[in-house]
């Protein structure tokens, strides 16, 4: 075929097709402008949506080092020299829990949006612990349940451990065991096994010592080399009821 015919064609075929192209948009030209305000919408709401969980990640914190800041605060009049500007003291415990734990509820209720703001597992992990220090057992052990499902393992297992705590408190041995056991199978950073094993050794020391002391042998057996915990180790198995 004669090159120049071979050109025609192709500008005929492409002619052709911006013409069926042209009609196309014509015939469906609603929906091809519905489609791209749909593309444009979408990902302008992607871009908002990040903004908006960026800002709550930010504003959540904030209020979070607030939280923690009255948790830590000092009981008392502190020691001369010791004070600063930003320092908070209370005159009581009860005071100072009281007002974190209602910080910590805060931050639960304000930031309910999905995902959430890490700062909310932290904060229902401490409003357990205060309810716990305000002797209100059954509230702490259903936010610490709570807070012991939460998807941040590290967070999950404090939460656990302190339930756990809060088992053996108000006489749910079993249930605090079988926690126990859990947490020591599956150690975290913030839970270590030695930790778990240790806590659960207290638990059996005036109902059945020879279990604790099992349990503190295995501990010596596993991490004895650690002198921090040989050291604790000692100490617990020397002061065993006979």
Do not use: W
Request: include cysteine; aromatic fraction near 8%.
């Amino acid at each position: 075929m004669d090159p120049r015919t071979r050109r025609e064609l192709k500008h005929d075929e492409f002619k052709d097709s911006l013409e069926h192209l042209e009609d196309y948009f014509k015939q469906h030209a609603k929906e091809v402008v519905s489609i791209a305000i749909i593309v444009v919408v979408v990902v302008g709401a992607a871009a908002g949506l990040r903004y908006y969980l960026d800002k709550q990640e930010s504003s959540s914190n904030v209020e979070l080092g607030e939280a923690l800041k009255t948790f830590r605060a000092y009981v008392g009049t502190p020691p001369p020299g010791t004070t600063s500007p930003d320092m908070q003291s209370f005159p009581t415990a009860q005071e100072k829990y009281k007002k974190a734990l209602g910080q910590f509820l805060a931050i639960i209720a304000n930031y309910r949006m999905y995902p959430q703001p890490k700062a909310v597992a932290i904060a229902r992990y401490h409003a357990g612990i205060c309810q716990a220090l305000l002797g209100d057992h059954t509230g702490a052990i259903k936010t610490l349940d709570e807070a012991g499902h939460d998807r941040d393992r590290e967070i999950a297992a404090l939460a656990q451990l302190a339930l756990a705590d809060e088992y053996v408190k108000t006489g749910k041995t079993a249930e605090a065991v079988k926690l126990y056991q859990a947490l020591a199978d599956h150690p975290t950073l913030t839970v270590p096994r030695a930790t778990t094993l240790m806590a659960m050794a207290d638990t059996f020391r005036t109902t059945q010592p020879a279990r604790a002391r099992q349990i503190y042998e295995q501990v010596q057996k596993e991490f004895g080399s650690d002198q921090t915990i040989a050291n604790a180790l000692k100490d617990q198995i020397a002061s065993l009821p006979q």
